[in-house]
């Protein structure tokens, strides 16, 4: 009798120990950017239904039927509220509080992204946020409205306060931040606070451009360090150049989120991917991505694929299955991460961050492209900063739905720029002995 009372208390301490563990064990989500409030930037504000769209419930359900609890909504600054320092959109923002609704009914989190690069264009010209055009206080008030209006959600993930800021010259991102962080916290004291690194919030040079971001405060120490990731050899995410002459492997990923997972560490702060994609043209992409969402899980950072949405075409990267197509070849591979509990690698934190450096790249050198990509040094004048293109990572201009994010069938494109050159200043040359230079975000 002893012995089977001491076998069930044993038991029932295996038991409630396991149930402890799984208490405690972090679910944090990997989600999808649900694009078309931020298309069509060269037509702002642009008309909606025209020039951009919103997701739909039925984007919404085939994501959510194939594992995901997390999206990313976009929208633009100039389309949310028309007039600096007038009052919100109500069509816009009632068609997003319809979609976090309906995301709420179902249990999916979702983040609220502002696209627009610190930047706000003005009559056709981008002002950067800190100018008198475009001061901080109007950055203020669009995000002081925007959670007066969202706050009584249970379902916001966060706010994104701005999506990819870049080139910001003299107007430093940092204090902009704390100022919008500031303003959120008169409203809402709960909700995560996204904060994207300058730079494109590049990975690879996340301490050169964003190690000041680690002196943000905020008083309810929820901040959130937004990173994106891109995998080819200019780190822009247009995949222009085939794989085999890119000069990548299949760890690449990993060695470009290495950087900021370390920054994290040094800094005991809490970081996000909010962009990583592959095309889906060439198998030796997926796996790239495979080992990339691998090594986030051992690392412990979540983040949200690019991109879904309804207005794709033949975008390579989107995972948005064209009408009456099969899933996208990506979908397996994030499907597969979505699904799978920390327990299929042993689960490394940060402090065992050499571990990973060990487990990815050790007996992984990095071959040497043919590639160099040489640019020429340019002086930086300020005055003319407030009207550098809103062009995203990717580095395209105004018009860049036209070269990577693809028009719908059913809205007007600009085909104005076709073509597929390299960057202004950028030269392709082949080098002697394969040494490769890879440029700078600025």
């Known amino acids: 009798m002893t012995g089977r009372l001491t076998c069930a208390f044993l038991f029932f301490l295996q038991v409630a120990t396991f149930a402890q563990k799984s208490a405690v064990a972090p679910v944090i989500p990997y989600g999808i950017n649900l694009c078309g409030g931020e298309f069509s930037e060269d037509r702002l504000p642009g008309v909606l239904g025209v020039d951009y769209a919103y997701p739909t419930t039925e984007n919404i359900d085939y994501f959510y039927n194939r594992g995901f609890r997390l999206f990313d909504i976009l929208f633009k600054w100039e389309r949310i509220q028309k007039n600096l320092g007038g009052p919100l959109e109500i069509q816009d923002l009632q068609q997003i509080k319809n979609l976090v609704a309906y995301c709420e009914s179902k249990g999916i989190q979702v983040i609220l992204s502002l696209h627009n690069f610190g930047r706000y264009n003005l009559r056709g010209v981008d002002h950067i946020v800190g100018t008198n055009q475009v001061s901080r206080a109007h950055f203020k008030d669009v995000w002081n409205k925007l ?173 948005q299955p064209e009408s009456g197509k099969p899933d996208r070849p990506q979908m397996k591979i994030i499907q597969a991460q979505l699904s799978t509990p920390y327990s299929r690698f042993p689960r490394i934190e940060y402090t065992d961050l050499k571990k990973v450096q060990e487990r990815f790249v050790k007996h992984q050198p990095r071959p040497t492209s043919y590639f160099a990509f040489l640019h020429p040094p340019k002086k930086i004048n300020e005055s003319k900063l407030s009207q550098t293109s809103t062009a995203s990572k990717k580095n395209i201009p105004n018009n860049k739905s036209n070269e990577v994010k693809a028009q719908p069938a059913a809205l007007p494109s600009n085909n104005n720029n076709k073509s597929n050159s390299l960057l202004p200043g950028q030269s392709l040359i082949p080098i002697t002995g394969g040494i490769s230079l890879l440029p700078p975000r600025e």
């Open 147 to 319: 959670t007066q209006e969202f706050k009584g959600f249970k379902n916001i993930y966060a706010y994104d306060i701005m999506h990819e800021p870049h080139n910001m010259g003299s107007y430093s991102w940092r204090e902009t931040a704390q100022q919008a962080i500031d303003e959120i916290r008169k409203q809402d004291k709960h909700t995560a606070i996204m904060i994207a690194g300058n730079n494109y919030a590049a990975c690879e040079k996340w301490e050169e451009f964003s190690d000041d971001l680690r002196f943000l405060h905020d008083p309810s120490n929820k901040i959130i360090y937004d990173a994106h990731s891109y995998f080819d050899e200019d780190y822009s995410g247009r995949y222009k150049i085939p794989y085999q002459l890119t000069g990548v492997d299949e760890m690449i990923g990993v060695q470009r989120v290495l950087p900021f997972a370390k920054w994290l560490k040094k800094h005991n702060k809490r970081g996000f991917i909010g962009e990583y994609g592959v095309p889906d043209y060439d198998t030796r992409w997926l796996k790239v991505l495979e080992n990339f969402m691998n090594c986030l899980q051992d690392l412990g950072i979540n983040g949200n694929y690019w991109a879904g949405g309804p207005l794709w075409k033949n975008y390579p990267l989107s995972v």
